[in-house]
């Protein structure tokens, strides 16, 4: 049990009802998780609004209401506490309740629209190899230190969040490193957190449904730097155009890297083959297992990050060559036939871009590409005539199919691809909706030397279709049918 005021510490409070000494046993957000003496924060969320169940909170045992409307009744055994944000209470209160855990480590955000996740995962790979007791919280999975647990979320809520960095607080971990995405920041599931730093990877085209335009999105961004400590690190991209904008009013130590530009921290691709690329960052040479020009970002932004961590730089290059491919990212399968499988997570233009850019380059004579693409449902609905484009116009052939359709109708997405495919095209797509028979199809289509590309999932091991789950992995399903075929 902790006292309501305690959790309340640094809250902007504008009316109290009741007494804040009360004691409570814990925090919550749902009033159908609630439990006996617990405080309920109501927040107004996308779907709803927790003011509705305030009722419904205090019936189900909450002593405590934290909320931006006080209800009209109030009950005189019951404290209310009124504040601005909802989200922000929310958010400060976690970090109190579990001891105020990201001071007592030093945790680094990671933003941007791609390469989160690849940037966040090498820097524990790297941190771990380096001999330091790491944290994750990623979207793939959370880790505190070689600890594993699941994630639904990119950036869980604040409760989540803080209870894995009390975790790691309790393992003694040192450094951790969270993905920060637009959506937290916008529900402000980070805030009340202490970041020693910040990395900005790149801004493109996503989740415009949300955000509603592209410079609302890239506001959302900016905020993390904006609320960043003096103390702390803002280390830019500074090739993507909004790359300086992200550091326009920190207050922190500003740092930027570049392949093209003038930057602190520079790097250059000497040599790109399949299994790897060369190099050269700073004055030293050094071989990474990941290609594509966006890995050459990815691995100068780690480099960048662990220099301003402080670890010594040519062990941070030999670290570098060590550091193994993400789950789900450029994932790759050879057949004894020689088809190569690549299942990566791109699931937005840029990325499908790249993606396929990177793949066109490796090319060595007239082997086909051949894409099999989906779009997610409940998602931002613009960007798939962008990546019906894309893959018709860099891929030889392609299966367009579904992707998570979630709550829509999977031929409804597949026809808003098509949309983007243009008329000399047209012949190279095949629509299937059903993601396993789009994939047989590509291997059936597929020659010795042949690549297919398997994009928007990557790691995921699930479709979900109308709120139901089903295992799907397109990677040990390629392997399986493509060894299937080759019997
Ligand atoms: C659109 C979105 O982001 N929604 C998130 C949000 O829920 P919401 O705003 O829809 O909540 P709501 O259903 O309107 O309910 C409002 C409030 O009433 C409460 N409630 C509701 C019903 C009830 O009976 N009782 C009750 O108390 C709810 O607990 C909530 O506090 O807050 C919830 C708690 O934090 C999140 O789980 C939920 O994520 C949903 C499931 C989701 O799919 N989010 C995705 C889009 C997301 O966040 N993705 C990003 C990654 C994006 C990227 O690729 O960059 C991520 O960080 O994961
Ligand atoms: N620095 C980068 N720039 C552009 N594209 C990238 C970069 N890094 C990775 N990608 C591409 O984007 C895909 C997703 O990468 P990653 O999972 O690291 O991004 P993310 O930002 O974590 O995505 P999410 O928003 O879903 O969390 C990869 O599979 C790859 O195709
Ligand atoms: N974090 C992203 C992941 C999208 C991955 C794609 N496979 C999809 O389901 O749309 C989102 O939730 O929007
Ligand atoms: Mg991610």
Known sequence: ????????????????SGSTAVMV????????????????????????????FIDIAIAAGAKAIVCEELPEKLINEITYVQVDSGNKAMAIM????????????????????????????????????????????????????????????????????????KLMNDAGVEYCFMEVSSHGIHQRRTDGLVFEGAIFTNLSHDHLDYHHSFAEYR?????LFDNLPKKAFALTNIDDKNGLFMLQNTKAKKHTYALKSYADYKAQILENQFHGQLLKIEENEVWSRLIGDFNAYNMLAIYATADILGLEKLEILRLISELENVDGR??????????????????????????????????????????VVGCGGDRDKS?????????????????LTSDNPRSESPTAIIAEM??????????????????????????????????????????????????????????????DLLNGLNK
């Open 25 to 52: 046993n814990n925090i919550c957000f749902d009033s159908r998780a609630i439990g006996m003496d617990d405080v309920f924060v109501a927040i107004k969320g996308t779907l709803t609004d927790g003011h509705q």
């Open 418 to 479: 098509e949309v983007g495919v243009e008329p000399q095209n047209v012949q190279k797509i095949v629509s299937i909706e059903n993601r396993e028979q789009a994939i047989k199809t590509a291997c059936m289509m597929a020659a010795p030397n042949d690549i297919i590309l398997i994009a928007g999932k990557g790691h995921e091991t699930y479709q979900e279709t109308m709120g139901t789950r089903i295992d799907f992995d397109d990677f040990k399903i390629v392997k």
């Open 94 to 165: 976690a970090s109190n309740f579990y001891g105020n855990p990201s001071k007592n480590l030093k945790l680094v955000g990671v933003t941007g629209t791609n390469g989160k996740t690849t940037v966040s995962s090498l820097l524990y790979q790297l941190f771990k190899k380096a001999g330091f007791k790491v944290g994750l919280l990623s979207t793939i999975k959370i880790l505190v230190d070689d600890k594993v647990y699941p994630t639904r979320h990119t950036t869980p809520d604040a409760l989540t969040i803080n209870s894995y960095l």
């Open 330 to 371: 450029f994932q790759y399968y050879i057949s004894k036939q020689k088809v190569t499988a690549i299942v990566d997570y791109a699931h937005t233009p840029d990325a499908l871009k790249n993606v396929l850019e990177t793949i066109n380059s490796l090319r060595t004579g007239n082997e086909n590409v051949i894409t």
């Open 219 to 223: 506001n959302i961004k900016k905020q």
């Open 383 to 399: 960007k798939r005539p962008l990546m019906g484009h894309i893959a018709s116009s860099l891929s030889n052939k392609v299966v």
């Open 1 to 16: 049990m902790k006292t309501l005021k305690d959790i309340l510490y640094g809250v902007g409070i504008s009316a109290v």
